[in-house]
């Protein structure tokens, strides 16, 4: 397993896309999104939404897409 510092470290390198797109297609159960990770990846992507703004968020959702 990965370790917290290194998913940390993951997070804080990512783009707001690639963070979104872990969000919207990862397993059930994944490590980043339980516990102290969850919280701050949590707080990464929401940081990371408001410095792309409402635009780029929108033109990322759509890049990714849902299936």
Do not use: C, N
């Amino acid at each position: 397993m990965t370790s917290l510092e290194e998913m940390k470290a993951w997070v804080d390198a990512a783009s707001y896309e690639s963070l979104l797109r872990k969000w919207r297609f990862a397993i059930s159960g994944d490590p980043h999104f339980q516990g102290e990770m969850g919280d701050y990846y949590i707080a990464a992507m929401k940081k990371k939404r408001d410095e792309v703004g409402d635009d780029e968020h929108v033109r990322a959702s759509k890049r990714i897409g849902w299936e």
